[in-house]
C-alpha cells in the first residue's frame, strides 16, 4: 500500500521525506492557504524537487479548463510520471481525466463520496480515485464501506485505478484504509507520526535498554560526578549540608588517606534524631558507632551492583578504587 504525506507545510514535508519510504505527497489550495502561501506556481516547483511524487489539484469551469490547466503546470517544469493531477469528480472532470489519461498524465479524480462517483472515475481511467473518509464520516455516513466498495470494484471488474483512503483524521483510519484493502493512504504528519508508538513497545524497549545498560556499562561510568565524603570531625549538620548539595541520600565517612571508614545515611539521621531530639546535629560523625559500608569496585559492571543492592538491602554503595573512595553509586543511578 502506498503511503503519501498530506501538507503542505515544506519543512515538513522535507523532514517527513527522509524518512525515505514516503511514495509522495498530496496537497491542496487550502492547505497552501493555511500556511500562507500565495506563489502557488513557486511552491508547486519548489515541492516537485522535494518528494518523489507530486499531488497537485488541475481546477476549471469545464474539461477544456482542466486540460490547459494540467498542461500549463506541466509546462513550469513538472514531470508527467511523477506529476499526479487532482480533479473533483463532475461530468466535466471525468471527461477531462479521460482526454488527460489518454494522452499519458496521471489523475486522481477526488472528492468522491458515493460509489456512483467512483464508478464513473474508474471508468473514465483515473490512476486514482480518492473518497474523503473523514468527511464523509462527519456526516453520519459509513465511509468505511464506501472504501470497501470501491476495493471490491477495482478487484472485480480489473480497472487499472488505485483506490486513495484520504482525509484520515486518526490512526485509526489507518488501521481501517489497510483492513480494506486499499492502494494508497494519505496521512497528515500528526496522524503519521504516530502510527509506530505504542504503550507496550516503549515499555519492552526501555525493558531492554535497562538491561542492555545493567550489562555494559561499569560501576565507574554510571557513577554521579560528585564524591560526597566527610571526615570523622565532621558535624551531622556539615553532613546534611554535603548530601543535601550533591542530592544523595548518604556521605562516605573516609581517613586522612581516603580509605572507607563508614557511611552515614538518611536512615541513620533519622534514628539519631528520635535518640538524641535537635543536639543531634551538633554531634560529631566520629562520636558515632561506624560500620564499614558495603563497596563496590569502579569496574564492576552494574549487574553486579544490582545484585549487591539487593542481596544486601541497601540504597547506596561506595565505590572504590585500590581501595580508595572515588564515588558513591546510588540504586537510582541504575534507572
Known amino acids: 500500500m502506498e503511503l503519501y504525506l498530506d501538507s503542505a507545510d515544506i519543512n515538513e514535508i522535507k523532514d517527513v521525506m527522509q524518512l525515505g519510504f514516503i511514495t509522495g505527497l498530496t496537497t491542496t489550495p487550502t492547505f497552501m492557504a493555511r500556511h500562507g502561501i500565495t506563489d502557488v506556481d513557486g511552491a508547486i516547483v519548489e515541492l516537485s524537487k522535494i518528494v518523489p511524487v507530486l499531488q497537485i ?12 490547466e494540467a498542461y500549463r503546470q506541466e509546462a513550469l517544469g513538472l514531470d508527467r510520471k511523477k506529476t499526479v493531477y487532482k480533479i473533483p469528480i463532475s461530468m466535466e472532470g471525468v471527461k477531462a481525466c479521460k482526454k488527460l ?74 488501521r481501517n484504509a489497510i483492513n480494506a484493502g486499499v492502494h494508497t493512504v494519505t496521512v497528515p504528519w500528526k496522524v503519521m507520526k504516530n502510527l ?12 531492554f535498554e535497562a538491561d542492555t545498560k545493567l550489562m555494559t556499562v561499569t560501576v565507574g561510568e ?14 551531622i549538620a556539615d553532613c546534611l549540608i554535603k548530601m543535601t548539595a550533591g542530592g544523595f541520600g548518604a556521605v562516605t565517612i573516609i581517613s ?20 538524641d531530639g535537635a543536639d543531634a546535629i551538633s554531634k560529631k560523625i566520629g562520636e558515632l558507632e561506624l560500620s564499614m559500608p558495603h563497596s563496590i569496585e569502579s569496574s564492576a559492571l552494574l549487574f553486579h551492583a544490582q545484585q549487591k543492592f539487593s542481596s544486601e538491602k541497601v540504597d547506596e554503595l561506595v565505590v572504590l578504587e585500590e581501595g580508595k573512595v572515588v564515588g558513591m553509586l546510588d540504586v537510582q543511578d541504575l534507572l
Do not use: W
Open 101 to 174: 489519461t489518454d494522452e499519458g498524465f496521471l489523475v486522481n479524480i477526488h472528492l468522491v463520496y458515493t460509489l456512483q462517483q467512483a464508478y464513473m472515475a474508474m471508468q473514465a481511467g483515473a490512476t486514482y480515485v480518492c473518497p474523503l473518509v473523514g468527511r464523509l464520516q462527519d456526516e453520519g455516513h459509513d465511509a468505511i464501506a464506501l472504501i470497501e466498495q470501491c476495493v471490491e470494484a477495482v478487484n472485480y471488474y480489473g480497472y487499472n485505478t488505485k483506490i486513495m483512503f484520504s482525509s484520515v483524521r486518526h490512526s485509526e483510519h489507518v
Open 196 to 207: 509506530t508508538e505504542n504503550n507496550f513497545t516503549a515499555v519492552g524497549t526501555k525493558q
Open 256 to 275: 586522612s588517606t581516603n580509605e572507607p571508614l563508614g557511611i552515614f545515611t538518611d536512615g541513620d539521621l533519622r534514628r539519631l534524631v528520635e535518640t
Open 222 to 235: 554510571a557513577m554521579a560526578d560528585k564524591n560526597p565524603v566527610v571526615t570523622t570531625n565532621t558535624t
Open 57 to 68: 489539484e488541475a481546477l476549471g469551469s469545464n474539461a477544456e479548463e482542466i486540460v490547459a
